[in-house]
Nanobody, 124 residues
Framework: QVHLVESGGGWVQAGGSLSLSCAAS????????MGWFRQAPGKEREFVAS????????NYADSVKGRFTISRDNAKNTVSLQMNNLKSEDTAIYYC?????????????????WGQGTQVTVSS
């Protein structure tokens, strides 16, 4: 099973940008569709974005469409999340996830590999 490690979180003012990265090891990266989820304090984990194994397709939560972009580099075994025009409601721990099911899944139950999470704080 692939091992995932996120990086790139931090603090930013509203309207700013951050880029998250997730490095995969220990598995065949192209066997995994990849996703990003987030969890804010006191809330359930929610879907943010996903990308298919070969980066042919992407899927986004309505709340981030037009502001966030998911991408992957299969040569480097990485998946990234570029976040622009950040809002205070984007504050959360962001998790990278991998799914051995082909597709662009938006529910956590399809994912069987998870990173430890990285904190994103947006100050208004």
């Amino acid at each position: 099973q692939v091992h995932l490690v996120e990086s790139g979180g931090g603090w930013v003012q509203a309207g700013g940008s951050l880029s998250l990265s997730c490095a995969a090891s220990g598995g065949i990266f192209t066997n995994y569709a990849m996703g990003w989820f987030r969890q804010a304090p006191g809330k359930e984990r929610e879907f943010v974005a996903s990308i298919s194994r070969r980066a042919v397709g992407t899927n986004y939560a309505d709340s981030v469409k037009g502001r966030f972009t998911i991408s992957r580099d299969n040569a480097k075994n990485t998946v990234s999340l570029q976040m622009n025009n950040l809002k205070s409601e984007d504050t959360a721990i962001y998790y990278c996830a991998g799914s051995r099911f082909s597709g662009m899944w938006a529910t956590a139950k399809e994912y069987d590999a998870w990173g430890q999470g990285t904190q994103v704080t947006v100050s208004s």
